[in-house]
């Protein structure tokens, strides 16, 4: 970041008017700003915080006054300076306003980095969903062009850190009930996600996993995401039609699929059509004693 003590200060002194509470506020526990590292100046983090509200301020005026140009411009200068909220909220402005859906992503994807770069014991778990959230729509309306794949996965690469972290059981312990349900709200969106994006690029067994999960994750009180727990319930279903209508039976060594992700598993004999084996090695053993007729 690189926002020395000294240039910090000059900012504010450029702001002409003396510091006074923000709508923003930025609370002990939670936070939307990456930190100053390598100093133990708290002055420092202190001193970009108070710059930082000033242009979110400034920036949320701007926005209101219909004047996006100017907003646009100081949440770049705040994403900059690593706000969350400035690069949440390009994001949204990019969704909402210029429904240009790729820029908007890209800017999630930086709040997503952003989040990252701070310890996840500090996270803010609203901005966490209000990130996914927007990712849900956005990922919906994306993966309807292949094109869009490779950054799309992109973000799913991020997603997965995030949500690795969301599992996290000391985060589960701090948390209170209410936080607790959005944080599983959030992983709710994030599964949901990756489901979408894999069976997009066709790999439906870490769809259905996807899937699973959300469903796993269970209903949570928040309205968008428990939709999507139906949502993948249906996908789940029609993926299921499609799964290999065989004995679930390994033909050659008698193992049993248990389940819809070991059924998916099993290699299905091309030449019987109606049985599979449960992995190469049975499959190889079972087309030179049946199909060639030779001893193995
Ligand atoms: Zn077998
Ligand atoms: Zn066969």
């Not at 972290?165 to 944080?183: C, H, T």
């Not at 699973?212 to 993926?239: T, V």
């Not at 059509?273 to 193995?296: F, S």
Request: proline share 3%; charged share 20%.
């Amino acid at each position: 970041m690189g926002s020395g003590f000294s240039q910090c200060c000059q900012y504010v002194h450029l702001l002409k008017k003396p510091y006074r509470p923000s709508i923003i506020s930025i609370s002990q526990d939670t936070t939307s700003l990456i930190p100053d590292f390598n100093s133990n100046d708290d002055n420092i983090n202190l001193c970009t915080s108070i710059f930082i509200s000033h242009l979110l301020e400034e920036a949320e005026n701007k926005l209101n006054s219909l004047d996006y140009d100017s907003s646009i411009n100081i949440l770049l200068r705040a994403t900059q300076l690593g706000s969350v909220y400035a690069a949440i909220k390009l994001g949204s402005i990019y969704l909402n306003i210029f429904s240009d859906y790729n820029t908007s992503s890209a800017y999630y994807f930086i709040a997503l980095k952003f989040i990252l770069m701070i310890h996840h014991s500090s996270w803010d778990i609203d901005l966490i969903l209000e990130i996914v959230c927007s990712l849900t729509k956005l990922y919906n309306i994306l993966l309807s062009d292949p094109n869009n794949l490779d950054i799309l996965n992109h973000g799913i690469k991020l997603m997965i850190k995030i949500d690795k972290n969301l599992q996290d059981p000391y985060i589960i312990r701090i948390f209170s009930y209410k936080q607790n349900q959005i944080r599983r709200a959030s992983r709710i969106h994030i599964n949901y996600c990756i489901a979408k994006t894999a069976e997009s690029r066709g790999d439906l067994l870490e769809a259905l996993k996807g899937f699973e999960e959300c469903e796993l994750i269970g209903l949570c009180g928040i309205k968008n995401a428990d939709e999507l727990i139906k949502k993948s319930y249906s996908h789940m279903q029609r993926l299921d039609s499609t799964r290999p209508k065989v004995n679930p039976i390994c033909v050659q060594c008698n193992y049993e699929a248990r389940d819809l992700l070991d059924i998916w598993n099993l290699l299905v004999c091309t030449k019987c059509k109606n049985v599979a084996c449960c992995g190469r090695e049975c499959l190889d053993k079972h087309m030179i004693t049946t199909h060639l007729g030779r001893p193995y």
